[in-house]
Each structure stands twice: as C-alpha cells, then as structure tokens.
C-alpha cells in the first residue's frame, strides 16, 4: 500500500506545503535524511490557535495542543513529500516537539503524542521515532506548538 492510498484509507489530504515565514525551506533532503523546519499548526494558510498551553482558563486545552501537533506533524509530512517520495520513506528517525507551555504545565508529553500518533498511523511500523517534548516560553507567531522530523530514506 502506498503512502498516498494510506493517507485515503485514513481520510486524511495531504495539505499544501506551509510557506515559511521567515528565510528558511521547509525541508532539505541530505543524502537519505530529509529534515524539516519547525512545522506550525497552519489549516489553509491559517494558525489554528495562539498562546501557551496549560489548565487554566484562556489557555490552550493539552488535548486541543494535542489536536495541533498532529495538524503540525501532517505539515511536516507534505514538507517531506516536497523534496522526497513519501514511499521512499523507510522510518522516521526523531521527531521534536515543542510545546509553548504555561510555568505549571508539564504535559508536554501527552501533547506530543498527536505528532507521533499520526506518524504511527500513516506510516506504520515505520513510524515509530525516537522523540522529545520540550516545554519552551513562547514559538514564532504565539503558536501553542511547533513540530520537525527527521526521516530516512530507501
């Protein structure tokens, strides 16, 4: 099954690659390694919420932040398939998200997951990746999260 009849079966469209917002690619393929830039939550050219992520009122909900990454993380995925044949994927290596996270919250992992869940499921056992969660202050454009990911290729 190829990635594309995967992403059908799923009922998920590849977007368009997000333009970047300041000088940089959205990826750059290196030898057998395509690497991202930082992908945002961008739907249709647009960022899908601001603000830090916590449990109080007026801050983004982590299952919501969750809900971004996995938006973040298929951004990434069209960002592969720009320079490289997302067949030609053989295993995503590592996958960073950071997380624009409230002082108290230390969740980041569970905000994660919606990156490498969606990973996992577009792209099988060849989506398990080695990962990490950071918890920073503040991420281009007020974004709640920010995802890259590393991938190999055949």
């Known amino acids: 099954m190829t990635v594309q009849d995967r992403l059908a079966e799923l009922g998920i469209v590849l977007p368009p690659v997000a333009a970047p917002v300041a000088a ?57 398939g720009s320079v490289a044949d997302l067949d ?32 996992g499921e577009i792209f099988g056992p060849a989506g398990a990746h080695a990962r990490s969660a950071v918890g920073v202050a503040v991420l281009p454009l007020d974004s709640p999260v920010e995802v890259e990911v590393v991938a190999a290729l055949r």
Request: aromatic fraction near 6%.
């Open 24 to 80: 940089y690619v959205p990826a750059v393929l290196d030898g057998r390694r395509v690497w991202t830039s930082g992908q945002l939550p961008f739907a249709d050219g647009v960022l899908l919420a601001t603000g830090k992520v916590g449990d109080a009122q007026g801050q983004v909900p982590p299952s919501y932040a969750a809900h971004l990454t996995r938006i973040a993380a298929l951004n990434a995925v069209a960002a592969i």
């Open 88 to 119: 030609a994927v053989e295993r995503i290596v590592k996958v960073v998200v950071f997380v624009a996270s409230d002082p108290s919250f230390t969740g980041q992992p569970a905000v994660a997951n919606g990156a490498s869940t969606l990973l």
